[in-house]
């Protein structure tokens, strides 16, 4: 069976998944400024300008990140595991370009992914994949392609889907305060069209649909992270989602994504992001950085 690489909040309300999210009800806590840590980074920082002055994911041209999986806190159940989606092993992401349309910053991303899809543990068959992805930044608005790993952590892009439109009624992907998160809350909306491309040579049809998400972001208590370059004190977001699914057909129903599809991702100024823990129980560490 080939390796599927998607977005996995949107392959998720296409495709049947038993998913286990791990029990983030004590990370959901707003953020108290009171009592944020002061440790300085024992890591690498960044020094140049950020794009739209996006101190909290400094995508000046030509940094890279790369991260590691590694194994979660919460792991899925054994009998679970078989489930879940073939996990990349690396991500690596690079600022290829940052050009200025307009009114806005576009910053274009290269991702590259390697997984190991044998099902046979004495082989490894790898799976590389490289996407191309776009931030695009001004100063009211930071919207993350839904393709990209900076989107929600979960890496691999999408398979087998095509989108034409993509729109934002409401907020955006990261809502700056003096260039990082603040401590407020806020809310992205997503409706976007999709059609789904079959295998080619197959002669199947596939019908074409509608997804709508409601993706939104609580600022939690910062925390000291220890990454694979160093110690960071890093800014923390729950990102939970609801969504839906409609196909275009008479009749068709809305389909709901699955229940409590709960991320958490750790972000640094200066830095970007440092690690990441999904709702499937995959979690990414920094591993090698050039910034700046």
Same mark, same amino acid.
Request: one cysteine or more.
């Given at each position: 069976?080939?390796?599927?690489?998607?977005?996995?909040?949107?392959?998720?309300?296409?495709?049947?998944?038993?998913?286990?999210?791990?029990?983030?009800?004590?990370?959901?806590?707003?953020?108290?400024?009171?009592?944020?840590?002061?440790?300085?980074?024992?890591?690498?920082?960044?020094?140049? #300008?950020? /794009?739209? !002055?996006?101190?909290? +994911?400094?995508?000046? *041209?030509?940094? $890279?990140? @790369?991260y590691g999986y590694t194994q979660?806190?919460? #792991?899925? /159940?054994? !009998?679970?595991?078989? +489930?879940?989606?073939? *996990?990349?092993? $690396?991500? @690596?992401?690079?600022?290829?370009?940052?050009?200025?349309?307009? /009114?806005?910053?576009?910053?274009? +991303?290269?991702?590259?992914?390697?997984?190991?899809?044998?099902?046979?543990?004495?082989?490894?068959?790898?799976?590389?994949?490289?996407?191309?992805?776009?931030?695009?930044?001004?100063?009211?608005?930071?919207?993350?392609?839904?393709?990209?790993?900076?989107?929600?952590?979960?890496?691999?892009?999408?398979?087998?889907?095509?989108?034409?439109?993509?729109?934002?009624?409401?907020?955006?992907?990261?809502?700056?305060?003096?260039?990082?998160?603040?401590?407020?809350?806020?809310?992205?909306?997503?409706?976007?069209?999709?059609?789904?491309?079959?295998?080619?040579?197959?002669?199947?049809?596939?019908?074409?649909?509608?997804?709508?998400?409601?993706?939104?972001?609580?600022?939690?208590?910062?925390?000291?992270?220890?990454?694979?370059?160093?110690?960071?004190?890093?800014?923390?977001?729950?990102?939970?989602?609801?969504?839906?699914?409609?196909?275009?057909?008479?009749?068709?129903?809305?389909?709901?994504?699955?229940?409590?599809?709960?991320?958490?991702?750790?972000?640094?100024?200066?830095?970007?992001?440092?690690?990441?823990?999904?709702a499937y129980g995959h979690m990414?560490?920094?591993?090698?950085?050039?910034?700046?």
């Amino acid at each position: 069976m080939p390796y599927e690489p998607r977005v996995r909040i949107l392959g998720a309300a296409l495709l049947p998944l038993i998913l286990l999210v791990p029990s983030l009800s004590s990370a959901q806590k707003p953020a108290d400024p009171k009592k944020k840590p002061d440790a300085p980074p024992k890591g690498p920082v960044g020094k140049a #300008p950020a /794009p739209c !002055g996006a101190t909290i +994911l400094p995508l000046v *041209q030509g940094n $890279t990140w @790369t991260y590691g999986y590694t194994q979660s806190p919460n #792991p899925p /159940p054994e !009998g679970l595991q078989k +489930l879940l989606p073939a *996990q990349p092993q $690396t991500v @690596t992401i690079t600022v290829k370009t940052v050009e200025t349309k307009g /009114p806005d910053t576009v910053v274009t +991303l290269e991702e590259k992914t390697s997984a190991d899809i044998s099902k046979d543990p004495k082989k490894h068959v790898l799976d590389e994949r490289t996407l191309t992805t776009t931030v695009t930044c001004n100063r009211t608005k930071f919207e993350i392609s839904p393709d990209s790993f900076f989107f929600a952590g979960e890496p691999g892009g999408w398979f087998g889907l095509q989108f034409d439109e993509i729109k934002r009624p409401k907020d955006t992907s990261l809502k700056l305060s003096n260039g990082t998160i603040g401590d407020s809350p806020w809310r992205e909306d997503i409706v976007a069209h999709f059609a789904r491309t079959p295998v080619e040579g197959s002669g199947a049809k596939h019908e074409s649909g509608k997804i709508e998400l409601e993706r939104t972001f609580t600022p939690a208590q910062p925390e000291r992270i220890n990454t694979r370059i160093g110690w960071y004190t890093a800014e923390r977001l729950v990102l939970s989602t609801t969504g839906r699914v409609t196909l275009e057909h008479p009749n068709a129903e809305a389909n709901p994504l699955p229940a409590n599809w709960v991320n958490q991702i750790w972000m640094v100024p200066n830095v970007g992001v440092a690690q990441v823990l999904n709702a499937y129980g995959h979690m990414y560490i920094l591993a090698e950085a050039t910034l700046k």
